[in-house]
């Protein structure tokens, strides 16, 4: 039986200078894990059961980051499916995208945290070390520069 997690890309806009384009103004929100490798993720984390996928991702968003989805806008049209193993065994993970509706929205970290960071796309890449996470991080930035 495979893993299944779910969570959101979280981005945010800040005011751009009336020079530069409107996708340099975006930043993408990752945690630190306080486990492990203490890997960068987008919040995310199993499905609980009775939960639908979409239920999931703003659970983990509200227990990881402290972000209600009334603080959220979802974005229509993307979803992304990953598939991995961990430990032997398969895992996917669904994410979709969300703006936090004020970018100077507060962060709360749960236990499960030690560090959160707002970065610019390259260096969400760069703090994201597996590729397919970097790949869908460029993947919703592709999508949302499309949607400008």
Same mark, same amino acid.
């Given at each position: 039986?495979?893993?299944?997690?779910?969570?959101?890309?979280?981005?945010?806009?800040?005011?751009?200078?009336?020079?530069?384009?409107?996708?340099?103004?975006? %930043?993408?929100?990752? /945690? +630190?894990? =306080?486990?492990? !490798?203490?890997?960068?993720?987008?919040? #995310?984390?199993?499905?609980? @059961?009775?939960?639908?996928?979409?239920?999931?991702?703003?659970?983990?968003?509200? %227990?990881?980051?402290? /972000? +209600?989805? =009334?603080?959220? !806008?979802?974005?229509?049209?993307?979803? #992304?499916?990953?598939?991995? @193993?961990?430990?032997?065994?398969?895992?996917?993970?669904?994410?979709?995208?969300? %703006?936090?509706?004020?970018?100077?929205?507060?962060?709360?970290?749960?236990?499960?945290?030690?560090?959160?960071?707002?970065?610019?796309?390259?260096?969400?890449?760069?703090?994201?070390?597996?590729?397919?996470?970097?790949?869908?991080?460029?993947?919703?930035?592709?999508?949302?520069?499309?949607?400008?």
């Amino acid at each position: 039986m495979a893993v299944r997690a779910c969570g959101l890309i979280i981005y945010r806009r800040l005011q751009a200078a009336p020079s530069s384009k409107v996708t340099d103004s975006i %930043e993408y929100l990752l /945690l +630190q894990t =306080s486990y492990g !490798t203490h890997h960068w993720t987008p919040p #995310k984390g199993h499905v609980d @059961p009775g939960e639908d996928d979409l239920e999931t991702a703003f659970r983990e968003t509200r %227990e990881e980051a402290g /972000l +209600q989805p =009334s603080q959220l !806008t979802l974005i229509e049209g993307y979803r #992304k499916e990953l598939h991995y @193993p961990v430990r032997g065994k398969p895992k996917t993970v669904v994410y979709w995208l969300a %703006e936090v509706k004020d970018c100077n929205t507060e962060i709360k970290l749960s236990e499960e945290h030690q560090a959160f960071q707002w970065l610019k796309l390259e260096d969400a890449c760069k703090f994201a070390e597996y590729e397919d996470m970097q790949a869908t991080l460029k993947e919703a930035h592709q999508f949302l520069c499309s949607k400008e």
